[in-house]
């Protein structure tokens, strides 16, 4: 459904991120801003219900289980993410950020842009991920 782009001459580095990513079938779906916090919490918020770790590659884990969660809702999975955007409020721990999607995605990596933001939707998370699926 999707090829990686990697630039013939091969890299000197391994990167986080695939340069390109070409869609060639199945239909996209664009996954809203995922973080820390459970998929479905109260609104207005409940301070009780919105505590989350400390630990950036925790609050990255949790914010890639709720990606999960949709992408498990239409059949897909991680290997259909083609690209995210990913919002820290910390650029100094992207690497950490980094390691954790190593681990979910190995070599098969989507497109990536990474911004740091001054806060989020709650004052202890770090990370949003945002992403886009072909399935």
Avoid: C
Avoid at 57 to 65: C, H
Avoid at 84 to 113: A, C, H, K, S
């Amino acid at each position: 459904m999707h090829k990686v782009i990697i630039h013939p001459q091969p890299p000197q580095h391994r990167t986080p991120y695939s340069p390109g990513v070409l869609v060639t079938g199945g239909r996209l779906l664009f996954i809203a801003g995922m973080t820390a916090l459970p998929l479905y919490h109260k609104h207005p918020h409940d301070p009780e219900e919105l505590r989350i770790p400390e630990d950036i590659k925790e609050q990255t884990r949790r914010a890639f289980d709720n990606i999960k969660k949709v992408l498990e809702a239409v059949g897909g999975g991680f290997e259909n993410i083609v690209s995210m955007r990913r919002y820290l409020t910390r650029i100094e721990e992207q690497d950490q950020v980094n390691e954790v999607m190593w681990e979910i995605f190995g070599d098969n990596l989507p497109t990536t842009t990474t911004v740091e933001v001054k806060s989020l939707v709650v004052r202890d998370a770090r990370i949003e991920l945002e992403a886009i699926a072909a399935v």
